[in-house]
């Protein structure tokens, strides 16, 4: 039904010269109406403590929400928004990590009072993930720092790590938090989840809102469980038609970022829909979410589906209700595209705009290959990978660095088989393609990190690596290239040396 | 305790500040209290530093309402360090210095030492803090498009503010940056009205940001730039950061002590 109605509205846009800025404020959502029909998880946002009747009940100036507006209008206990309007907010889940944690405690503890209590201990999650196994004693005294604060205030869930010579050993530890909280049902449908990590917009693949906030306001977030939020405008983007089978999530939103530039989403949600977005599965939901910061915007969401609901069984115990954006919601533009036109791509250096088809960059040496971080190091990012180096059945040409996002990636790796293997499993594929041995789950050198950080960049090198951002000195080297790109093509990248567009190998 | 006030002042509170609001349609709410200092008053050095932000290391909410208004700080003047489009927060402070934890005041000293260290030197010979040099030569700070996008670390905007800089003037700002340079009160994050300003200033022009007349003058090339109103932001970076604010103005208890 849904497929249907996209069809007969659909206006097909390939590449950059092609982009479809239809209407603003279109009122053409049919595809939501429909799952609407189809879903009777449907709840009113408004709160039943309003002592005036909100005009909006009255039905007639009830104006249309976005799925943000509406998240956003929940949370803050009133029955309508409006893009712009600054709301205070209640906040479901709070996120800290090792490298923003200390000082997060530091500022509640000076706001608050030493004695001070958290707002909620059951709502803060603490995931260790950043700088975890270095020598570096600040990173290592950082790790330290979020444990005393965890024991003090009785947090539940943090996921500790002590023996740095053996994660597993470590049976609470997770590894990079965005995932960790996917993969530990801390992503609900319809709540408001923020982190002191700006890819905390990671966990919109969930239908929820999810954004990134600095030491200052988490440390307000930690004492009162509340922020001031200002409602962000919602930029829709449109995908529709049948995925390649050579193209990845990554290779959307490499194309959406090429689009509209890494500002051009600044202070704005970001909504995926489409026959596209509804036959991804929850990983690539989070990848194309996870990247909206690298567009500037403040978040990205997918409308929750079955597919969101058959992740989150076994996962989650807690009550959750989706929303979604009204059949006359107002957005600022509506992006399409045909996603059966794209090509594999990449983010060319410095930056993550930096479009090039990946066949255009074929004549760029490179020095080596990473998979890995919360963008590109999760189970399907590895399974994607291994399929290309088995359909080549060659090795890699260059050091190959593969970085699990978390103990669960990493057991996958090890035990998943790769369909069309004969039952092998990813690790086994890796060894046989030469890559270096899956290393411990964590951020990695996505970010650079301590100097001796597993895979850093300490050369001016070539990288492509599958993690999200490519400016100057990210991965550590001020000079270092970094090309971003999908799974698929740093697998094939890999094999030959050279940037290379995965049909080389997948035909 | 704290916790319960904090609370309920919070959620009584109506929504007082725009802190992501940064294409600012209004007036500065302050109009009254500016007392523009003379542009011939060259100082290389920071203005009233002290008086607006805190050490780290003091009593940061001791601020009264009294002293604070008679003091508002009106203008920044001195040679500015000037920088592109789309600075991202690795170039303002790389990945491996987040081990540095800003609310301990050595390591806030020790952040302001490494503020734009990750800029590559091939395009930007001279660095925005002297090596071995406790702070910088430039107050302000001059860039192009997009300032301080990637990462959500605060320790951005605080290693620029530890550095000695009072505010940058740029084109536009990444929402996250803009609303940690507000939330911190480490810096005024002020927008141009025109495009391109950044190309007309040389690291080591002198220039005064006017923050009442909003506007930038670069005394070394004579030219005049008109700049966006920092609006309801700019009391709150005045008090020293969105807590101070709240504590200023009543909206939460005034010290956490007492509360």
């Not at chain 1, 950043?130 to 290592?140: G, L, M």
């Not at chain 1, 024991?151 to 050993?169: C, P, S, V």
């Not at chain 1, 689009?259 to 036959?279: N, Q, W």
């Not at chain 2, 940690?180 to 190309?199: C, K, W």
């Amino acid at each position: 039904m849904a497929t249907i109605a996209m069809t007969l509205s659909r206006v097909h846009f390939g590449g950059k010269s092609e982009l479809g800025v239809s209407s603003l404020f279109s009122p053409s959502t049919i595809a939501h109406r429909c799952r609407r029909q189809a879903s009777n998880k449907i709840h009113a946002v408004m709160t039943p403590t309003q002592s005036q009747r909100p005009l909006s009940t009255t039905g007639s100036v009830k104006h249309g929400m976005t799925m943000t507006e509406k998240i956003l209008s929940r949370a803050s206990e009133r029955s309508q928004l409006e893009p712009d309007e600054n709301v205070w907010v209640n906040i479901d889940v709070l996120m800290t990590h090792d490298v923003c944690g200390p000082g997060t405690f530091g500022i509640f503890k000076k706001e608050f009072g030493e004695n001070a209590k958290v707002w909620d201990r059951e709502k803060i999650v603490i995931i260790p993930d950043h700088y975890i196994f270095t020598n570096d004693e600040r990173a290592n005294r950082n790790v330290d720092i979020l444990r005393d604060f965890c024991m003090e205030q009785n947090i539940k869930y943090f996921y500790d790590i002590k023996d740095l010579g053996n994660f597993k050993a470590n049976p609470d530890y997770k590894g990079v938090c965005h995932i960790a909280l996917a993969q530990e049902g801390h992503c609900r449908p319809g709540e408001v989840l923020v982190g002191t990590d700006s890819h905390t917009c990671n966990a919109g693949a969930f239908g929820q809102f999810a954004t990134g906030i600095g030491n200052t306001d988490a440390g307000f977030v930690l004492g009162t469980g509340k922020l001031l939020l200002k409602v962000p405008p919602t930029l829709r983007f449109i995908l529709d038609g049948e995925m390649p089978d050579y193209l990845l999530a990554k290779d959307l939103i490499l194309q959406i970022i090429g689009e509209i530039s890494v500002s051009g989403a600044t202070y704005k949600s970001m909504e995926f829909i489409g026959s596209t977005v509804e036959s991804l599965s929850m990983e690539e939901r989070m990848t194309l979410c996870n990247m909206v910061v690298e567009a500037g915007g403040k978040n990205g969401v997918v409308p929750a589906d079955q597919t969101t609901f058959n992740y989150l069984k076994d996962k989650t115990s807690v009550d959750f209700e989706p929303v979604y954006s009204d059949g006359n919601a107002r957005f600022l533009q509506d992006y399409k595209f045909d996603v059966s036109k794209l090509e594999p791509l990449v983010a060319k250096p410095h930056s993550p705009d930096n479009r090039a088809l990946a066949r255009e960059c074929k004549d760029v040496k490179i020095d080596r290959v990473y998979i890995g971080s919360c963008t590109g190091g999760k189970t399907e990012d590895f399974l994607a990978a291994a399929k290309v180096f088995l359909a080549s059945g060659k090795k890699v040409k260059v050091p190959t660095f593969l970085v699990p996002a978390t103990q669960k990636v990493w057991m996958d790796v090890y035990s998943l088989p790769v369909p069309g293997s004969g039952g092998k499993t990813c690790s086994q594929i890796f060894e046989e393609a030469g890559c270096d041995t899956p290393a411990s789950p964590n951020c990695g050198a996505c970010l650079g990190g301590p100097r001796d950080t597993y895979a850093r960049m300490n050369e001016p090198m070539v990288c492509v690596s599958t993690t999200n951002r490519n400016f100057p000195g990210r991965m550590g080297h001020k000079e270092g290239q970094i090309y971003l790109a999908s799974p698929y093509t740093a697998a094939a990248s890999a094999i030959s040396g050279y940037v290379t567009d995965p049909r080389e190998f997948l035909r | 305790m704290a916790m319960v006030a904090a609370t309920t002042a919070a959620a009584a509170a109506k929504p007082f500040l725009s802190p992501v609001r940064s294409q600012s349609s209004y007036l500065p709410f302050l109009s009254l209290s500016y007392t523009l200092k003379s542009s011939s008053h060259c100082s290389t050095f920071p203005i009233l530093r002290s008086s607006i932000r805190p050490q780290p290391n003091s009593k940061p909410f001791a601020i009264s309402a009294s002293s604070s208004t008679s003091t508002s700080i009106t203008t920044f003047h001195g040679p500015c360090f000037v920088v592109g489009d789309n600075i991202d927060t690795d170039q303002i402070i790389p990945a491996e210095h987040l081990t540095l934890v800003p609310s301990k005041p050595d390591e806030y000293r020790k952040l302001g030492t490494l503020a734009l260290i990750g800029l590559p030197s091939s395009l930007y010979p001279t660095p925005f803090v002297p090596p071995d040099s406790p702070s910088t030569h430039y107050p302000i700070i001059i860039a192009g498009a997009n300032f301080g996008c990637g990462s959500s670390r605060e320790h951005a905007p605080v290693a620029l503010g530890a550095a000695g800089a009072h505010a940058v003037v740029a084109e536009s700002y990444a929402r996250i940056f803009f609303r940690n340079s507000v939330a911190t009160g480490e810096i005024y994050p002020l927008e141009t009205e025109t495009v391109g300003l950044y190309r007309e200033c040389t690291t080591g022009d002198v220039v005064t940001v006017d923050l009442a007349g909003s506007r930038l003058i670069n005394h070394t090339t004579g030219k005049e730039y008109k700049l966006k109103p920092i609006g309801d932001a700019g009391p709150v970076i005045e008090a020293g950061g969105i807590f101070a604010y709240v504590r200023k103005t009543g909206m939460i208890a005034s010290s956490p002590s007492s509360a």
